[in-house]
């Protein structure tokens, strides 16, 4: 079964900084571009950063650039969100996703996590 499980979610100070995680199994990781997703209460899942299945090039939101890196580890079937400076607005659940196609839009992607909270607050 395809598995994508995200971790490292959590409550953070504006400024302040976590790493999210996203274990993948189940299917051939490395020949997937791979991408996170984020959805606040009441919005749609919007685009957050996205990487080739070979790790370059990367594709960020303009809302995230300069202070998000995503980065992948084909040898450990794992991909990554650092996220830095972290503000009110970046409040959401996180989704890891994964498909064969090198996109930007949620419906293009074929295998999706449950998700993780992240939530920005004083």
């Known amino acids: 079964d395809v598995r994508l499980l995200e971790s490292g979610g959590g409550l953070v100070q504006p400024g302040g900084s976590l790493r999210l995680s996203c274990a993948a199994a189940?299917?051939?990781?490395?020949?997937?571009?791979m991408a996170w997703f984020r959805q606040a209460p009441g919005k749609e899942r919007e685009f957050v950063a996205a990487?080739?299945?070979?790790?370059?090039?990367?594709n960020y939101a303009d809302s995230v650039t300069g202070r998000f890196t995503i980065s992948r580890d084909n040898n450990r079937n794992a991909l990554y969100l650092q996220m830095n400076n972290l503000q009110p607005e970046d409040t959401a659940v996180y989704f890891c996703?994964?498909?064969?196609?090198?996109?930007?839009?949620?419906?293009?992607?074929?295998?999706w996590g449950q998700g993780t909270q992240v939530t920005v607050s004083p």
């Open positions: 996703a994964a498909s064969t196609l090198w996109v930007e839009e949620a419906k293009d992607y074929d295998y």
């Open positions: 189940g299917f051939t990781f490395g020949t997937y571009a």
């Open positions: 990487i080739t299945h070979r790790g370059a090039p990367t």
